[in-house]
């Protein structure tokens, strides 16, 4: 079992920037591949950003590419996400999720075994 606790989301106007923070523990982070994703009512949750289990290999959603960074620190257990410019668009329940694979970081949700409980993220125009 992994549990994946995230945090940092809140309020923001467009331009600015989060930093969101998924904290991991049960199992060995490093065997894992990470990712961000996000969810608005109504709507499937959609890919943000993944991560290799090493950290060498990210990929991402084309309309966070140039903004978002997703990184890990393997010794603290911590995924993280970083937003800048952030757009009214981007707000959304955003959820860490965790692939026990040395492959590259998958895009479908429905490939990855653990979620975190999600943190709001609000962009006002």
């Known amino acids: 079992q992994v549990q994946l606790v995230e945090s940092g989301g809140g309020l923001v106007q467009a331009g600015g920037s989060l930093r969101l923070s998924c904290a991991a523990s049960g199992r060995t982070f490093s065997d894992y591949a990470m990712g961000w994703f996000r969810q608005t009512p109504g709507k499937e949750r959609e890919f943000v950003a993944g991560i290799g289990h090493k950290g060498d290999r990210t990929n991402y959603e084309d309309t966070v590419r140039d903004r978002f960074t997703i990184s890990r620190d393997n010794a603290k257990n911590i995924l993280y996400l970083q937003m800048n410019a952030l757009r009214p668009e981007d707000t959304a329940v955003y959820y860490c999720?965790?692939?026990?694979?040395?492959?590259?970081?998958?895009?479908?949700?429905?490939?990855?075994?653990?979620w975190g409980q999600g943190t709001q993220v609000t962009v006002s125009s």
């Open positions: 999720a965790a692939r026990e694979t040395t492959s590259f970081p998958p895009v479908l949700s429905g490939l990855f075994d653990y």
